[in-house]
C-alpha cells in the first residue's frame, strides 16, 4: 500500500511539473492591467528567417497576450513586442534600452506600429528606459511593466469587477 501511494504522488509530482507554465518572472505593472506574468514559449517564433526565442506576457486584469520576441542582432538583441492592440520594438545598443517603432522590414509579415493605438505621450518617455545590455528575463519585466502604458487607454482592455 505504501508504494501505492509513493507512486502515486510520484506521478502527480511529475505531471505537475511537466504540463505546467514555465513562469519565468511576476511582477506589479502599476497600471490597469495589473500585475504581470512572463512565461516562456517551448518552440521558438520564427522572424524574418530566423529562429527567436519567445516570452508570453498576461495581465491579471485583462485578457490581452503579449508576446515578446527576442531577435539577436549584431550589436544587441531586439525585442519585438507583438499584442493585438499595438506592436512595437524595444530595443537595447551599447547606450541605451528603449521604445521604438516596428521596422519597415516587419511590414511584410503584417506587423506595423499602429499611431491610433499608440500614446505618443508616453512613448517619448520610454525612448529610453535604461542602460544598454539587459538581459532577457530583465528586459521582459521592463516591457511587461512600461508596455500597458503605451496603449491608447480603452474600457474594454480591462475586466469589470
Not at 510520484?10 to 495589473?34: C, D, E, H, P
Not at 520564427?46 to 520576441?69: F, H, R, W
Not at 499611431?115 to 519585466?141: C, M, R, T, W
Request: hydrophobic share 40%; glycine share 6%.
Amino acid at each position: 500500500m505504501k508504494k501505492m501511494i509513493l507512486l502515486t504522488v510520484l506521478v502527480a509530482m511529475i505531471s505537475t511539473v511537466s504540463f505546467g507554465n514555465k513562469v519565468v518572472a511576476k511582477g506589479q505593472s502599476f497600471s490597469a492591467l495589473g500585475d504581470y506574468k512572463i512565461e516562456i514559449t517551448d518552440n521558438p517564433v520564427l522572424m524574418k528567417g530566423e529562429d527567436c526565442q519567445a516570452y508570453k506576457i498576461s495581465y491579471a486584469n485583462s485578457p490581452m497576450e503579449v508576446t515578446v520576441v527576442v531577435c539577436k542582432d549584431r550589436k544587441c538583441k531586439r525585442f519585438v513586442v507583438l499584442s493585438d492592440k499595438l506592436s512595437v520594438q524595444y530595443v537595447c545598443n551599447t547606450q541605451y534600452f528603449g521604445v521604438e517603432r516596428l521596422d519597415k522590414s516587419y511590414e511584410q509579415y503584417g506587423y506595423k506600429t499602429s499611431d491610433s493605438a499608440l500614446n505618443k505621450a508616453e512613448y517619448f518617455h520610454q525612448k529610453v528606459l535604461g542602460p544598454g545590455h539587459q538581459n532577457e528575463i530583465e528586459a521582459a519585466q521592463l516591457i511587461a511593466s512600461n508596455f500597458p502604458f503605451l496603449l491608447v487607454t480603452e474600457t474594454s482592455m480591462t475586466a469589470g469587477r
